[in-house]
């Protein structure tokens, strides 16, 4: 029989930045962890109890948890290591191999015997940022502000300032990022160009994000990742990362897909096709192909897993699902500065409801009126893209597979977007490769689980 272990490392913070400061804990009640890229930000209970015995010879982590009472022991409340705003990595696994399972801050600690601690991922670090910087702008800018401020009553009302156009949010983001040295690494963002966005100032860079995945969705979650790094010595080692990524392609729709699922729903208001090479052309823009080399395997994350039933999945409640709805479409349109028409395409069922209309503006060029032919060419163009993206939006709507969850071990160690291979079912459709969802895993007395949810199937068995 295998034997759980886990690891729970906390960090005292400065600025949120992690200290050289560090707790380490061997032993809880339960841990729970829920992660999943549609939830925004993952989150870890851990509960254990309120006194701890320390040994004032453990290791230079910082402070052990013992089963029995170690040398010249001392009895200590936890509410003494685990603070608001602390830094904290919990590790897990069978028989003294540790796997990364969550990566965040200390957000809420209640309830007394036992105390429960409630973390948040890295997205717990850019809800304390503006996406504005107070202090960014002109000279002019920060004296109009200043005056703005001034004319704020004690009611603590809004400034008269309260907003700002940003020419091209993804660049913005990017900047700020730059500005504040986030600790977490940002994978290329791949999404299409937004264009001129209002920003409120008030907003944190999370907040900001929300407003992309609903108004645009434009997903934005964190993965953990290993890399391998040199320390002093010139010698490799391993380390783990938090990767950021912002994506309007969260299911990894690979070139083919969206080829076979543009030819399958035609634009409903063109009767001629768009050419392939335009297509191709607009698929590449708006970031289909760079999501492919995100995920790339690794010793610690291996991306897929395979799983039988009657032999690792404890449990399921999969039902085959054909598609969310039936008969819809979606319309994606561009806007530019000396046209009041904008440059649309759809995607769907030509006799379906029109589910939503995806906006976006372009204030750095002009059609050219004048030119038939070079008009005529760029429409066409414009059109493709606005195809894609239309096509990328509709796809989480019309795609086909499994929901429900199945219940397994803590092995194989998987993660919200990685490949699951079923195996073995009786009913042929529960058979294939399959897309993860979400995750919630599940320590303590009663075993290490994972409850997978599925979604997409990647490859059904043949």
Excluded: W
Excluded at 425 to 444: D, H, L, T
């Amino acid at each position: 029989m295998l034997n759980l272990n886990c690891k729970i490392k906390v960090y005292e913070t400065k600025d949120l930045k992690p200290s050289g400061k560090v707790y380490q804990f061997t032993h809880v009640r339960d841990i729970s962890i829920q992660s999943s890229y549609k939830n925004f930000t993952d989150t870890a209970t851990i509960t254990i109890p309120k006194s701890i015995v320390t040994n004032q010879f453990s290791d230079s982590l910082g402070i052990e948890i013992a089963n029995r009472s170690p040398i010249d022991f001392e009895q200590r409340s936890i509410h003494e290591f685990f603070k608001l705003d602390y830094y904290i990595e919990i590790f897990l696994g069978y028989d003294g191999e540790y796997k990364p399972a969550f990566r965040g801050y200390i957000r809420e600690v209640k309830g007394d015997a036992p105390v429960q601690i409630v973390c948040e991922d890295m997205m717990y670090y850019l809800k304390k940022h503006k996406m504005i910087d107070s202090d960014s702008g002109s000279k002019k800018d920060k004296d109009k502000n200043k005056e703005a401020k001034k004319k704020e009553d004690k009611k603590n009302q809004i400034t008269n300032n309260k907003s700002k156009n940003v020419s091209d949010p993804i660049a913005a983001l990017k900047e700020r990022f730059e500005k504040i040295k986030v600790p977490f690494e940002v994978a290329k963002i791949t999404t299409e160009k937004i264009g001129e966005t209002v920003i409120n100032r008030e907003c944190n860079i999370a907040e900001f994000l929300k407003v992309l995945k609903k108004d645009l969705k434009i997903y934005s979650y964190f993965r953990l990742e290993a890399a391998e790094e040199k320390d002093n010595k010139g010698k490799s080692k391993t380390v783990f990362k938090s990767v950021l990524y912002i994506t309007n392609n969260p299911y990894q729709y690979e070139e083919g897909e969206v080829n076979t699922f543009l030819e399958k729903y035609k634009n409903t208001e063109v009767k001629t096709p768009l050419p392939k090479k335009l297509l191709k052309k607009a698929i590449s823009r708006t970031g289909v192909n760079d999501i492919l080399s995100f995920f790339e395997k690794n010793e610690t994350y291996i991306g897929e897993g395979r799983l039988r039933f009657h032999y690792n999945i404890i449990d399921d409640d999969l039902k085959v699902k054909e598609g969310e709805v039936k008969k819809i479409r979606v319309r994606a349109e561009v806007n530019y500065l000396n046209s009041n028409v904008p440059i649309a395409a759809e995607i769907g069922d030509p006799d379906g409801k029109l589910l939503k209309i995806f906006r976006y503006h372009n204030n750095t060029e002009e059609l050219n009126f004048e030119n038939t032919i070079e008009y005529d060419k760029k429409v066409e163009e414009i059109k493709a893209k606005m195809q894609v993206i239309a096509g990328l939006k509709i796809a989480g709507l019309k795609k086909t597979g499994l929901t429900g969850s199945i219940t397994t071990f803590g092995e194989p160690f998987m993660r919200p977007l990685d490949k699951i291979s079923l195996e073995n079912a009786e009913e042929p459709e529960k058979n294939g490769v399959f897309q993860i969802e979400e995750i919630e895993r599940k320590y303590g007395i009663n075993g290490y689980r994972q409850i997978i949810s599925l979604g997409r199937v990647l490859q059904k068995e043949k």
